[in-house]
């Protein structure tokens, strides 16, 4: 298939005119409304107005149609205009595009190949943590998570780094709702103690699931961050204990943070505070 042939499936067939022409004014207007929504933290007509160069009135019907399309909000107490939840939706459409499992593959080869040991990547549901991918070390003990096997929270290193960095809130919801099961004499099933780990992990960045929910395996993690700061997954490394010592651990815990933080850098997130 020639060029031409390809260009009219995106346009009117023989439409050539200039790039500057194309283009409709109203919807330039509205988008450059929209992109100035976009990064105010709610924003009085008047600012928009002033920010776009759009007469008030103008700007104020480009704006009740983003707001009839989900676009944009507004907020009657404050009388701001906020963006709205249909733009999360078409920005979660090009996340998907970026498949967090192809862009965290290499990073996850590296990090496998640095530490000698199993990497996975999980990400957040409800109630539990869901493995979606895994780059398995050369030893010939080993862990291993099946595609699509799901994990408590509080009893995984993935759930646990998702956890220290949700608010309190959240958590209480969460835990509420799978409960503390404990299926180790090592799993945090005191809802104290399990707080108390979350501060560490949060405060230093990486958590450790010490045999936790399997005995005789230790893992290392780090949470992956969306656009918004907030945790959505997290890449570990686990392994048997006798090869991930609280030492090695210890080792493991900075480059898989930094592994995450790449993750989280190539998916256009950007990491808590």
């Not at 996850?108 to 991918?133: I, K, Y």
Request: with cysteine; charged share 25%.
């Amino acid at each position: 298939m020639n060029t031409s042939e390809k260009r009219q499936r995106g346009r009117p067939r023989s439409f050539n005119a200039p790039a500057d022409a194309a283009s409709v004014q109203s919807l330039d207007r509205a988008l450059k409304i929209l992109a100035i929504v976009a990064q105010g933290n709610g924003l009085s007509l008047s600012e928009i107005a002033a920010q776009s160069g759009i007469a008030a009135s103008t700007a104020y019907r480009m704006l009740t149609t983003l707001a009839q399309h989900g676009m944009v909000e507004f907020e009657q107490s404050d009388q701001l205009w906020l963006i709205g939840v249909e733009t999360y939706r078409m920005g979660s459409a090009f996340l998907r595009r970026r498949n967090l499992v192809e862009r965290a593959r290499g990073v996850m080869q590296e990090l496998m190949e640095t530490t000698g040991e199993t990497a996975n990547l999980g990400v957040a549901e409800d109630d539990c943590v869901v493995f979606v991918s895994q780059v398995e070390t050369h030893q010939t003990i080993r862990a291993f998570f099946r595609p699509g096997t799901r994990s408590t929270f509080h009893a995984s290193g993935i759930g646990k780094a998702i956890l220290a960095h949700l608010p309190a809130e959240r958590v209480g919801a969460i835990l509420r709702k799978s409960g503390l099961e404990a299926f180790t004499l090592k799993t945090l099933a005191d809802p104290q103690a399990l707080s108390n780990d979350l501060g560490e992990i949060r405060e230093r960045g990486w958590s450790v699931d010490d045999e936790e929910r399997y005995p005789g395996m230790r893992c290392v993690a780090a949470a992956i961050f969306n656009e918004f700061g907030e945790p959505v997954g997290g890449v570990s490394v686990s392994g048997p204990t006798v090869r991930v010592t609280p030492e090695r651990a210890a080792e493991f815990g900075p480059l898989v943070q930094k592994a995450a933080a790449r993750i989280t850098r190539m998916i256009g997130g950007k990491e808590e505070g």
